[in-house]
């Protein structure tokens, strides 16, 4: 600081005490474990997997006493969850905190090396939860009471939240919490992660915004393969090459705007997904390598990037996700985030450290989905669909809607041949052509898919979705 000062360059200054603040934080990536399979291998060949990526981290999405003992003895930092359902009850209880911690964080402590407990998963955008809001930072009040209590002092807490957490995020300088939780929760927990000097632990996604306007965000931009292609925030001047750091940095404004500029950030998820729907943009494995593989680079890089509001910081992250999970709901998108398939398989090779150079990677396969879809889409029953099941999904498909399953009731032009996957096929596609717009999904808990293939027959005509 000395040598700064004597400078007299201000700028110098700023760049050497981020230098030394983030010097303490290594920038070791690591994986989100996520558990939503039937099909996972077991816990200890996880391990060993994770190990394989060279991940420096691991975070998981509950205290499984299975992971965290085949944990145990690795090099492997940990991060562990509080289960949302348990937030309000903590926050009301110390004598449950202090339960918590000696029954999910004390028996693995130091062996498995916890050291991050995160209370609930992106509560701030659970709005049918919203009643439990103004109990999350009292529980990480009492979970951080309760480390101390048995003299854990190595374990940060927090909290990871979503971009939905900012109701302004354009231009970065225009960061903005949203009204509803600014002063009531998200004021209180600034307070506590400056004071415990912890992390603002964020979910952030380039993907989302971009796949939602691919007119006028350049995928390019979205994959850090932008080249010359910047954007200026007016507000600040500061320059940007990609999304990413745009909306990091509309969170580290957000927080400056509420009197906190110095919380250091984490991402607690980022990735691309390698498949998805056919009415799904951009979701390939050309994509999804090509994201993290840059991303890992930037993260890797010495001395670190950081971002425009904070050159030079170090940026943990923990990349979404370890395996694909076959068990996950909403579109195609979320079931394929893994850098491996369940079969133990990479989805494409990817080394955490970022040391392996891109020359000795295989090439990629093509990407076909870069361009929207433009077409007819139908949502029929998926290959091998439980019979018990889709007969509950046909009545509830039946029962949405406007005349959803008219044309298959006796008589009508598409009840023969009398099939039940031939009625579900049409019941899917009726629903979900009334629903699309709405958010409905073709998912029916994994027994429908979407095709291109008109499955209409003779007179039969099946409704379809037009993109
Ligand atoms: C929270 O506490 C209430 C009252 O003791 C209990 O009925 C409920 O089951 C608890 N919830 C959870 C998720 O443990
Ligand atoms: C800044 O954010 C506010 C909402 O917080 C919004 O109304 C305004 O349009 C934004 N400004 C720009 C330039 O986008
Ligand atoms: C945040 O923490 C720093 C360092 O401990 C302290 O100097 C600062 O006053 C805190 N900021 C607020 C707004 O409490
Ligand atoms: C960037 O711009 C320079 C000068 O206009 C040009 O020579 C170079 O090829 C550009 N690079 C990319 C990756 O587009
Ligand atoms: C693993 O699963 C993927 C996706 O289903 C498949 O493409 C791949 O061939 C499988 N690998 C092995 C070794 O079975
Ligand atoms: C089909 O689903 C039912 C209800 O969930 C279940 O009881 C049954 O075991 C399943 N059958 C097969 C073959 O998986
Ligand atoms: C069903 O019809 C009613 C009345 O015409 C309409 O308000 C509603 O939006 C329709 N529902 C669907 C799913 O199309």
């Not at 050309?286 to 030079?312: C, D, E, H, M």
């Not at 999904?393 to 009508?412: D, K, S």
């Amino acid at each position: 600081m000395e040598v700064g000062v004597a400078s007299g360059a201000g700028i110098f200054i700023f760049s050497i005490l981020f230098f030394l603040s983030s010097a303490e934080i290594s920038p070791k990536v690591g994986v989100n474990y996520g558990l939503l399979g039937n099909n996972l291998p077991a816990a200890s060949r996880s391990v060993q997997l994770i190990k394989g990526l060279k991940a420096g981290r691991v975070k998981l999405y509950d205290p499984n006493p299975e992971i965290l003992e085949a944990l145990s003895g690795t090099e492997l930092q940990v991060s562990i969850m509080v289960p949302n359902q348990q937030i309000s009850n903590i926050s009301r209880s110390q004598k449950l905190s202090d339960q918590w911690v000696k029954t999910n964080v004390v028996p693995y402590y130091p062996e498995t090396m916890i050291r991050y407990v995160l209370v609930g998963n992106e509560v701030l955008s659970l709005y049918d939860q919203k009643q439990g809001w103004p109990d999350l930072v009292p529980a990480m009040r009492r979970i951080k009471g309760s480390l101390r209590k048995f003299h854990i002092h190595k374990v940060k807490v927090g909290t990871p939240l979503a971009m939905d957490v900012l109701e302004s995020s354009f231009p970065p300088s225009n960061g903005t919490f949203r009204s509803d939780i600014s002063v009531s929760v998200v004021k209180p927990l600034l307070q506590f992660l400056n004071r415990t000097k912890s992390f603002f632990f964020l979910d952030v996604y380039p993907y989302f915004p971009w796949s939602s306007q691919p007119h006028n965000i350049k995928l390019d931009y979205a994959l850090f393969e932008g080249g010359n292609l910047t954007y200026t925030d007016p507000g600040t001047g500061l320059t940007y090459t990609n999304l990413l750091d745009q909306m990091l940095d509309s969170v580290v404004f957000a927080m400056k705007r509420l009197g906190f500029p110095e919380i250091r950030l984490w991402i607690a998820e980022t990735g691309w997904p390698n498949a998805g729907d056919i009415d799904q943009i951009g979701a390939n494995i050309y994509n999804a390598a090509t994201y993290n593989r840059n991303l890992i680079k930037r993260l890797n890089a010495k001395p670190p990037v950081g971002t425009p509001a904070r050159p030079g910081s170090v940026l943990p992250t923990f990349i979404f996700s370890l395996y694909n999970e076959n068990q996950k709901g909403g579109p195609g998108t979320e079931r394929h985030w893994g850098l491996l398939y369940p079969n133990e398989s990479s989805v494409y090779q990817i080394d955490l450290t970022g040391e392996t150079p891109e020359s000795e990677y295989p090439p990629l396969p093509a990407p076909e989905n870069n361009e929207p879809y433009k077409g007819k889409i139908w949502c029929v029953v998926a290959k091998g669909a439980n019979r018990t099941e889709l007969g509950s999904a046909l009545t509830y498909a039946c029962g949405q809607g406007n005349g959803t399953c008219e044309p298959v009731q006796p008589g009508r032009k598409c009840y023969k041949p009398v099939s039940l996957v031939r009625h579900a096929s049409f019941a899917f596609s009726s629903y979900w052509a009334q629903f699309r717009s709405t958010g409905g999904t073709c998912y029916f808990n994994g027994l429908a898919v979407q095709t291109m293939k008109d499955p209409s027959y003779g007179s039969c005509k099946f409704p379809s979705v037009t993109l």
